[in-house]
C-alpha cells in the first residue's frame, strides 16, 4: 500500500493573526484516487491546499512527494509546479481571448517556443484522449464554463501532474457538464493521478470519490474510506456532532404557530445571492428557523427576505396582501428587522456611541430629515440598555469597547426599537458568552410570546431545538425539507441535510 502513496502531509499547522487555520492536520494521498476534502466553511480545506500549492507557508509540518524519504520544499506556486501539483480553481484563471490551444500550451515554460502547428496538433490529441469537447482553434471565451475549466485541467494533465487538485470546480456547472467532468476525473483517476476535490456537495463526493478526509474548526476530524461512511455521518463529523441513537431527549415543546395566522409569505422568492426561488411563510408569534452546514444558503434566504441583496423573483405578502420589497428599507417599513451574521461588517458600528448605534435602524426608518432628538435617544437607550441589561459605563462609550456579547445586545436593541412585527435573527449568539447567549434565546421566546414573528438562524442545533417550533432545513442552496413536532431531533435534521440517505 506504501508505495501508492503519491502525497503525504503530516502536522501541518498554520496561523493567521489570531486565527489558527490548521492545527497539526495529516493528510495522505495515494496514486489513482479521488479523494474528498470535506468541513464547513472555515474548515481550513482551502488554506491546506494552499499550504500545498506554496501559496502559503506552513508553520509546521512535512509533506512528502512520490514516496521519497525527504520533505518537498514548496515556497511557491511555481515549485508546486514543478513537483507535479496542480490546481485548478472555480473562478478560471485561463484568457478568454486566446484559443484553446494557446490557453493550454503558453506561458507554461518561457524557454520555450512551441511551434505553433505542433502546439495545435498537440492540444487535439490531448482534447481527444481526454474526451472534452472542444477544438484547439477555438476561442476559449466561447466555450462553456466547463468546457473551460476542461481545458485547464487538461493543461494542468499535460504539464505531467501528479497530484491535481480541484477545489470548488463545480459550483457552477449544471448537471450534465458535472458528469462531464466526472468521467474525466475518472479518466485521469485511471492513469494514475491522485485527485483531490473539494466541494460541498455531498451527492458528487458520493458519486465520484474513494476517500474522503473532513476537517473541522482547523483540525482533522479523520479519514475514510467512503464506503465505510454514510452520508448522514459525514453530516454529522462536519458538524462535530455524533449521530445519536434515535431515543433523544427533546427539551420542553415550544409552541408550533405554524397553521395559525400566517403574517408574512414569500412566494418563488429569488435574489442574486439565492438563485433557487423558495416559499415561506411565518405565523404571529412564531420562532422558526433556517438550518444546514455553513453555505448552505440559510442567510441568503433571509437575506432575500428582507431584500438585502437584489431580488431577482417572487413575491411577499404581508396579512395577505402583497407588499413590495427590493431593498432592506422597504422591509424595515412592513415591519421586519434583520439582525445580520457579521456584526462586524455588517451591523456595529464601532467608533459611535451605545446610544448612537441603538437609535440607528429607527433614525434610519424615520428618514435622516427628521432627526431623532438628544433627549429622546438618551431615553431609548436607557429603556434599552436596562431591557437588555447590556453592561455598558454609559450611554456614551463608545461600542467598541464592549464586549462580544454586550455588542450583540446593542443591535439587538437597535432592532427592537423599530418594534418590528417580524425579527430575523441571524447567528445572534455566535462568539458570545454562554449567559449572554441563554438571554438572547429566552429574549426570543418571550418576544414570541408577546406575538412577535422570529426567524433564527444559528450553527447550534441544539441551540435552534431549544427555540424553534418548525426548521428549515437546506442543503446546497436548496431547501430539502421541515421539520415540526417529534421530529424536531438533531439526529433528524443531520439526516435530512445528509440527505434521508443512510
Ligand atoms: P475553508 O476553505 O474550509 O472554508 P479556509 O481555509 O478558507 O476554510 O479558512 C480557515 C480559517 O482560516 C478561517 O477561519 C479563515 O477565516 C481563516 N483564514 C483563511 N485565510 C486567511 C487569511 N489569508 N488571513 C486570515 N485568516 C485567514
Ligand atoms: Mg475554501
Same mark, same amino acid.
Given at each position: 500500500m506504501e508505495n501508492d502513496v503519491v502525497l503525504t502531509m503530516r502536522g501541518i499547522c498554520k496561523s493567521f493573526p489570531g486565527v489558527r487555520a490548521l492545527h497539526n492536520v495529516d493528510f495522505t494521498l495515494r496514486k489513482g484516487e479521488i479523494h474528498a476534502l470535506m468541513g464547513e466553511n472555515g474548515a481550513g480545506k482551502s488554506t491546506l491546499i494552499k499550504v500545498l500549492t506554496g501559496v502559503y507557508t506552513k508553520d509546521e509540518g512535512h509533506i512528502q512527494l512520490d514516496g521519497a524519504a525527504g520533505d518537498v520544499s514548496i515556497r511557491s506556486p511555481q515549485d508546486a509546479q514543478?513537483?507535479?501539483?496542480?490546481?485548478?480553481?472555480?473562478?478560471?484563471?485561463?484568457?478568454?481571448?486566446?484559443?484553446?490551444?494557446?490557453?493550454?500550451?503558453?506561458?507554461?515554460?518561457?524557454?520555450?517556443?512551441? !511551434?505553433?502547428?505542433?502546439?495545435?496538433?498537440?492540444?487535439? *490529441?490531448? &482534447?481527444? $484522449? %481526454?474526451?472534452?469537447p472542444a477544438r484547439p482553434k477555438q476561442q476559449?471565451?466561447?466555450?462553456?464554463?466547463?468546457?473551460?475549466?476542461?481545458?485547464?485541467?487538461?493543461?494542468?494533465?499535460?504539464?505531467?501532474?501528479?497530484?491535481?487538485?480541484?477545489?470548488? !470546480?463545480?459550483?457552477?456547472?449544471?448537471?450534465?457538464?458535472? *458528469?462531464? &467532468?466526472? $468521467? %474525466?476525473?475518472?479518466?485521469?483517476?485511471?492513469?494514475?493521478?491522485?485527485?483531490?476535490?473539494?466541494?460541498?456537495?455531498?451527492?458528487?463526493?458520493?458519486?465520484?470519490?474513494?476517500?474522503?478526509t473532513v476537517l473541522r474548526n482547523g483540525e482533522l476530524v479523520g479519514e475514510y474510506e467512503i464506503a465505510n461512511l454514510p452520508q448522514v455521518e459525514l453530516v454529522a463529523k462536519m458538524m462535530g456532532k455524533e449521530l445519536e441513537s434515535l431515543s433523544f431527549i427533546k427539551s420542553d415543546p415550544v409552541a408550533d404557530m405554524a397553521e395559525s395566522g400566517v403574517v408574512y409569505e414569500a412566494h418563488d422568492l429569488s435574489s442574486a445571492a439565492c438563485p433557487n426561488a423558495f416559499d415561506f411563510h411565518i405565523a404571529r408569534g412564531e420562532v422558526n428557523g433556517f438550518?444546514?452546514?455553513?453555505?448552505?444558503?440559510?442567510?441568503?434566504?433571509?437575506?432575500?427576505?428582507?431584500?438585502?441583496d437584489r431580488v431577482t423573483g417572487g413575491r411577499v405578502l404581508r396579512d395577505g396582501k402583497p407588499v413590495k420589497i427590493t431593498r432592506p428599507i422597504d422591509a424595515m417599513k412592513q415591519g421586519i428587522a434583520y439582525l445580520p451574521e457579521d456584526r462586524k461588517d455588517d451591523g456595529i458600528i464601532a467608533d459611535l456611541s451605545v446610544r448612537e448605534n441603538i437609535i440607528l435602524a429607527l433614525q434610519v426608518l424615520r428618514g435622516f430629515w427628521k432627526p431623532i432628538s438628544q433627549s429622546e435617544a438618551e431615553q431609548f437607550a436607557q429603556e434599552y440598555i436596562a431591557a437588555l441589561d447590556i453592561k455598558t459605563a454609559s450611554a456614551d462609550t463608545p461600542v467598541r469597547?464592549?464586549?462580544?456579547?454586550?455588542?450583540?445586545?446593542?443591535?439587538?436593541?437597535?432592532?427592537?426599537?423599530?418594534?418590528?412585527?417580524?425579527?430575523?435573527?441571524?447567528?445572534?449568539?455566535?462568539?458570545?458568552?454562554?449567559?449572554?447567549?441563554t438571554e438572547i434565546q429566552k429574549l426570543v421566546l418571550r418576544l414570541a410570546s408577546e406575538g412577535m414573528s422570529i426567524t433564527f438562524i444559528s450553527s447550534e442545533i441544539e441551540e435552534m431545538l431549544r427555540t424553534c417550533s418548525r426548521?428549515?432545513?437546506?442543503?446546497?442552496?436548496?431547501?430539502?425539507?421541515?421539520?415540526?413536532?417529534?421530529?424536531?431531533?438533531?439526529?433528524?435534521?443531520?439526516?435530512?441535510?445528509?440527505?434521508?440517505?443512510?
Open positions: 514543478d513537483a507535479g501539483i496542480s490546481t485548478v480553481y472555480q473562478e478560471i484563471t485561463l484568457c478568454p481571448n486566446l484559443t484553446v490551444a494557446e490557453n493550454m500550451f503558453i506561458g507554461r515554460d518561457p524557454n520555450v517556443i512551441v !511551434p505553433w502547428k505542433k502546439m495545435e496538433k498537440r492540444a487535439g *490529441e490531448i &482534447l481527444d $484522449s %481526454l474526451g472534452i476559449l471565451g466561447s466555450c462553456s464554463l466547463a468546457v473551460q475549466q476542461m481545458v485547464a485541467i487538461a493543461r494542468a494533465v499535460d504539464m505531467e501532474c501528479k497530484v491535481l487538485i480541484l477545489d470548488e !470546480p463545480t459550483s457552477s456547472l449544471d448537471e450534465k457538464e458535472v *458528469e462531464m &467532468l466526472f $468521467s %474525466l476525473m475518472r479518466d485521469l483517476k485511471a492513469r494514475g493521478v491522485g485527485i483531490i476535490f473539494v466541494t460541498h456537495f455531498l451527492e458528487q463526493v458520493y458519486a465520484v470519490c474513494d476517500r474522503i438550518t444546514g452546514l455553513l453555505g448552505s444558503g440559510r442567510s441568503e434566504s433571509v437575506r432575500a427576505i428582507f431584500g438585502a469597547s464592549l464586549s462580544g456579547g454586550n455588542q450583540q445586545k446593542v443591535i439587538v436593541a437597535r432592532w427592537l426599537l423599530t418594534h418590528p412585527e417580524y425579527l430575523i435573527l441571524d447567528e445572534p449568539t455566535r462568539g458570545i458568552d454562554v449567559g449572554t447567549k426548521l428549515i432545513v437546506m442543503r446546497d442552496r436548496h431547501i430539502v425539507g421541515e421539520l415540526r413536532g417529534e421530529a424536531l431531533t438533531q439526529d433528524q435534521v443531520m439526516r435530512t441535510i445528509a440527505g434521508g440517505v443512510d
